[in-house]
Every structure is written in C-alpha cells, then in structure tokens.
C-alpha cells in the first residue's frame, strides 16, 4: 500500500466486474484497480478499501467489464491495405494473381506504416492491446507501435524469394541482427523478432540462419507452418518429410518458435512440437476462409501445448477483431470435434489473453489483471442489448460480445481510446492516407 | 414522378451507396430513394435527379452504404432471456437439464414479451428488419412486433409434450385456427404462421393436423429438420426411414413449409426438398456451437432450393447479429468443402436479403431496395477503420461489418433507429424487465 501512502495513483478504475484471468480465474465484482508508472499496483473489491485514493485520472467502470486487454498473437498488419481486394477465390489464385503482385508493387514503408497505424487503430478499438506482427519494412511497424502506444512483437520477414525490402536477397544473416539491434531497448513497447515466411518459401540455410539470429538475440521466431495439404505435398516431394519433422530435423523448433496454421499435422507431430515447448499461434477464420483446414487445437492442448489465437493479416480475414476470432474458436472445433463441450467459453479467453501472452513470452507481463503486471486493461459496455441478461461472463465475451464493445482501452498505463474515441491516432487522416493507396491499386498506379 | 409532383416524400435518403440487390444486382453510387407511404417510390442516381424534391424528413447517408434491411428467417426471440444460461454443455443435458427445465418453470406472456421486446431492441441495433420467429404465446411476440414496428412473421408453438401455453396438448386445430384468425390483417408488419418443433416431438397426426390449418389458412409451417444424428436414429428407430422422408410421407412438404437446419440430409433427400419447393433456413452458428453438424447448403443450393439464413435462438447461438450469421456461412462451407470459392460474400448477401425474403414467401414486398417495395432499409457508416479500404462492398459486408456498423433502420417507412438510438423501444425499462426474469432463474424463483 505504499504507493498510496505516498504518492498519487496514475489512474483509478472503480466500479464493475473484473476478470482478472489470473491463475485461479479470480473475478472481483465491485472491483477497483489502481495503476501507476504503467503498472497495476493493486486489484480488489472496493469492500475493503482504503482511504480515498489521491490520483490522476479516475475511471468510472460501474455496469462495465473489466478484463486484461487481448493478444493477437499472429497479423499482417499492413495488409490492411489489400481488405476484401481478392476474395473468394482459389488459394494459389489469390496469392500468385493478387496478393504477391501487389505486394510486390505497392508496399513499401509508407504503406506499411499507414497500414499498420490503421491497423492499429482498429485493433485498438476492438480490444486488442498486443499483437504479433509478420512483414516487410518491419521497422515502420515498429514505428508506428511506438507512436499509437500499443505493445507489439515486431518480425522482420525473410524468404528466398525477392521481398519489397530486400529485391536480391542477401545478407540476411546482416539485416535480421541489425533490424534486432535497431529496436531493442527502444521503448518498452516494441520486441523486435524475426519471421521465416514458411517451409516452402525459405531453404533449410534461410531457416537455420534467422533462428540462429534469434535463438542468439534471444527473440521469438515466427513461421507458417503446415497451413495447406499443397504444403505438405511440396515438403515431401523436396525433402522426403513433413513440414514439422522438416522443421524439427533442422533444430528450428523449441520454445520461442511460434509457427501460426499447424493444420496438417498428424499425432506423433504434435508429440514433437509438444516435445519441443513450440507454442502455435491458432488462426481459425483465416484457415476457413481460405479452406486450409481445421488445426487440431483441442488434441494440441491435451498434450500441453501453449496456444494463442490470431486473426492472421486482413486480406485473409478480414478483420482484426479477436472477439470473434474467440467465437469462432469456440464453435468451429465443437462442429469438427462434434461434441459441444470442447473449446468452452473460459478456455477461449485464455487463449486470447494469458495463453496469448505465453505464446509471445511474455507471461510476465502481460495477459491478467494482476499486481505488478503491466496496466494493459481495456472496458466493456455491458450495457446493450446484446449482452443482457448475463449469467456467465466468458460466455458473453465469446459468444455475444464484440470489439464495438470495448469503450475504454489503457496499455502500459497509458489510456489510448477513451469512450471510444482514439486519443493516439489522428483517424481521419489515416484513412485518407490508406484510402489513397487503395486508389493506387485499384487504378495500376504506382 | 406524379408523388413528387403533388405530394411531399415522406423519407429522402441523399447520397452514399446503394446495393440494391436487385435481379442485377444493381449498385448506385451517390444515390437517392425516395419514400412514401411506406414505401421506395423511386431509387435512381443522384445525377438524373429532379428539382429539389419535397419532403417530411431527410437523411445524408455521404459516405454510407445503403441496402435492405437483412433477414433473419430462424430464431426464438424470448430465448434472449436465456442467453449465456447454459453453455457448452452436452445437447442432451443443455435441452433436458436446463432449457427445456427452465422453459417450463419461467416462460409466460411476460417473459416472451419482454424478451421480444429485447430481442428485437438487438435486432434492429444490428441491422435486421423482418424475422421468423418460432415460440410458444407467439401473441406477446406478434404484440411486440407491432410496437416496435419490426416486420416479422409469428409462428405459434406445437408439440405434442406440455408447452407452457397448452399444459395439456390439446385443441391443437382450433389453437391454430384462432391464432391465425386472430393476426390475420391487424397490421401489414405481422405476418401470422405456425410451427411443429420437430418429427421427433410431434406425431404424424399433430404434423398433419397443423401443416392442414397452415395450407388452408396460406400460411407458412416451420419445423426443425434433421438437426442431430440422434433425431435422424430416433425417427429410423421408430418410422422406419428419415426425418425428410418421413414429412414427404406424411405429406408435409411443400413451397410453404420452411424447415430449419437441414444438417443430416443425403442426396436423394436434397432432391426431393428441391423437388417439393421447400425453403430452407440455414443456422449456421447454432449447428456448430450445438455440434449438430454442418448443412450441405452449397449442395442444396446447386439444386435450386432457396435458403435463407436465421440465427436460431440465443440459447443456441448466443446472438442475433445476422452479420456475424454472413461471416460465419461464408467461413464455414468453404472449410467443410475445402474450397474457397464456395459461399462467395454476394451469395450470402443474397441469402441475407432477398433470398431470406423468398423463403418466408415475402419475396414481393421485402428484401431489395426496388420501386414499389416496402422501405424496409439499414444505413451502414463506412467511415470506419475495419471497414478502409473498400474495394467490394459484399466482402466488406460479410467478412468485415457486423451489426454494431448500422447507424440507421427503417421499416415500412418507419424509421426505428437513427444514429444508433432506438426510437419505438424504451431499452433501459426493457433491459431492467429482462435483468428481473435473469435474476429469477438464477434465484429459482418463479
């Protein structure tokens, strides 16, 4: 209680139901909660309060939700700009006559950084408060995490093929330990990693160099791993194998490689990422829309794998907002799995928060309403339609909530959308910027 | 032109951009539409407009997307007060320990109004303007349709156990007759009609009886079809063949019977639905969160059958946000089919509006934004980050937009939402009437 002894708080919550998602899934009606220096310094029921606390900014919650912000632990965020460009359509269509061409013609740091700042705003606007980003330019997305105020891991992308940030690839071994040095200890914010694009895009040299990167920066490393049957096909024509055992034979798998997909794998692959303490990054919308499959999470997490969910980037999605990536979640394993007691309600917000957080490595620090943990804790209106009556909590957000939900979102103690209202972002003018790309596009400028 | 000439517009909705989904699917940038009376006295482009037109009240849609109000073609509106009461649960233990339990115990005329009332406070907030709606004291709903000015079709509940309104199955005919009599013509938004729940809780002589008073009273018959494997054994065990088979029997499918799931069919039943002009209503959400299985609608929809989309009830679903119902159609038969062409965003709009519309039978009056047809319309603002850019408007719909998107709803030239503020509902008492009824079951208190 020292802190408030002494000095003011930064911001007093007061009011609502917390769900702190803390180990015991402690929920605290009444709740108030107490940040300073961009930490939670106390979480408890108002009953046994203390002497009204001097500070800052005080935050009314009475009728609200209160949870840990959400974690999207896979996007393109950038991507954005190609939102419902090419959609329905087959897979090796969409990416070899759509999404490679204009990648390969209009993306360049302007387009990444306006895209992730209106990625950014949108995400914040439906909850989410840490994402893991995959793309090109990484550096503009770091930027603009920095600016927006959102916490982000940062992955520079390789593959053998030509990227818009390096046309003749080379030196990746150079260019994945700079873009590292570049950002570490920058802001509190922003953990710079790095991304292999897939089995099939990157040769066994690729692969090997950027995890040794990694494993020797100590940062995360990211990957696509066994989305499509086309991919295992490949893997086994070129290397005799799957993707995971690929993987695996190349000592790329342990605990800070995240491979998002993870469609196509049989038991004893699971067994092996399980061996390995791989986390997987799940991205359920992403593998219906584009007919990959169905992963098989619930089998995945039996064996004790970390899962954290993801929406994948917007041109596969095609949206940001993990409230129904939590749904879908939830209900796309009960069909698979025909049996509607798989994936409930608790376990999904778990993995949109603490597991989330795991997945990132980032435990520690994020992912529950905990003392000592960072102020990362966004609001919910529980006051609609939609949300009345409510019985269970971890079903409303699952199953009836949105991110048009979330009125108030605060990360690392800083309040970055307030009644709904952006207070990092100038939005008119980041969709003015984003829409001026899409003109671009759709008229074959440059 | 003659209304314009004598006569002011009672409604002039003035630029942003119209999808008709007319036969052509017609899209009108900067558009106006003019209503009268209740309905589209003319929709054209803002360039071949006319002198400024008279008119009661005017509407600046710049910058929005304009389109018929969506259909929702399935659903238990009371249900709402049992949202989130009891979820992922095993079906059998959700329907015989706690929904059909608390059915019996808490609903009365008050609960199915006042849950009505919400439910359609929800719906309208989320872009809906005509439901099918399958209960028991379908009068409370038909009251509420009217007050709130929704359209809907009120279809009173038969079975052959206890239902709350009927203790001791009895009358059925004249139940049925009355019912009809007694909402036949009281107001152009209510559309009369009756439902058996099922052929596993109905015998062949209740499925007779009401599907004989439906066809002589030109009404539309619900019932719930083939949802489970366990009914499809049921009703082998105890008929001998399948539940399609067995209404086709017993003589009950026609053009204007609508059944709802439709999950376990097999090709020859898919041929004899088509062949009998059945419509059918597609839940997608509730097939999965329940597990019942996936519906082969692609493959009825190859055959020529029309199918609408409904959200089922939100003891099942757990909402009823019909653009959430898009997003989720357009997912899941893509992934099932391993084929991403399939389900493309305009056929589920399609399926949302005008094929909805046909599937109640209501195809003249409702569904597309058309001269002569009622002004049944929702304004979506686009001026949203997961809505920039906007390459194609369906995508943008189905797989980006969800209800919380509409700002504005019309119903027969009514408008009952404006800038999101429900203008025929008093949410806050409607919201308190709900919380009591919650707190009662949850209390066990009748």
């Not at 029921?45 to 912000?69: N, Q, T, V, W, Y």
């Amino acid at each position: 209680m020292k802190v408030m002894d002494n000095t003011a708080l930064d911001i007093l919550i007061s009011g609502g139901t917390t769900l702190t998602i803390s180990k015991n899934m402690d929920i605290i009606e009444n709740s108030r909660i107490g940040i300073k220096n961009g930490k939670i310094v106390f979480v408890r029921e108002m009953e046994d309060h203390l002497p009204d606390c001097r500070r800052k900014k005080f935050i009314d919650a009475s009728g609200s939700l209160i949870m840990p912000g959400l974690i999207n632990t896979h996007t393109h965020l950038p991507m954005v700009c190609f939102r419902g460009l090419a959609d329905d359509l087959p897979l090796m269509d969409w990416l070899n006559n759509h999404i490679f061409p204009a990648e390969a013609r209009y993306v360049n740091r302007d387009m990444v950084y306006y895209g992730s700042m209106l990625a950014m705003a949108e995400m914040i606007l439906s909850g989410t408060t840490t994402f893991c980003d995959a793309y090109f330019f990484e550096s503009s997305v770091a930027k603009a995490t920095v600016e927006t105020g959102m916490r982000g891991v940062a992955c520079q992308g390789f593959s053998d093929f030509p990227t818009p940030d390096n046309p003749k690839p080379s030196n990746k071994r150079d260019i994945a330990r700079s873009f590292i040095e570049k950002w570490t200890g920058v802001s509190p914010l922003v953990s710079p990693a790095l991304v292999c694009h897939s089995p099939y895009t990157c040769s066994p040299e690729t692969l090997t160099t950027i995890k040794d990167v990694a494993r020797k920066c100590g940062t995360s490393f990211l990957i696509h791993l066994a989305e499509t049957r086309e991919e295992v096909k490949v893997i086994r024509d070129k290397y005799g194998t799957t993707p995971v055992r690929h993987l695996h034979d190349l000592g790329i798998l342990d605990e800070r490689t995240i491979p998002a997909h993870c469609v196509w794998v049989d038991d004893e692959e699971i067994d092996i990422l399980a061996d390995c303490g791989v986390k997987v990054s799940h991205v359920p919308e992403s593998n219906m829309k584009l007919a990959a499959g169905n992963a098989p999470i619930p089998q995945m997490m039996e064996k004790g794998i970390t899962v954290g969910l993801g929406t994948d980037g917007c041109a596969s999605n095609n949206d940001l907002d993990m409230f129904q990536e939590m749904d879908t979640t939830a209900k796309i394993h009960k069909v698979v799995d025909m049996d509607p007691t798989v994936m409930d309600a608790e376990t999904v917000v778990r993995m949109a928060t603490t597991e989330g957080a795991k997945t990132l490595g980032m435990e520690n620090s994020v992912g529950s309403i905990e003392e000592g943990k960072c102020a990362d804790i966004i609001i919910l209106d529980m006051k609609k339609p939609h949300l009345t009556p409510l019985y269970n909590s971890y079903s409303q957000l699952v199953y009836s909530a949105t991110g048009a939900d979330v009125t108030t979102s605060i990360i690392g103690g800083q309040i970055v959308m307030e009644k709904r209202r952006l207070l990092t972002i100038d939005l008119p003018d980041i969709m003015e910027r984003v829409k001026d790309i899409s003109r671009k596009i759709t008229g074959g400028n440059d």
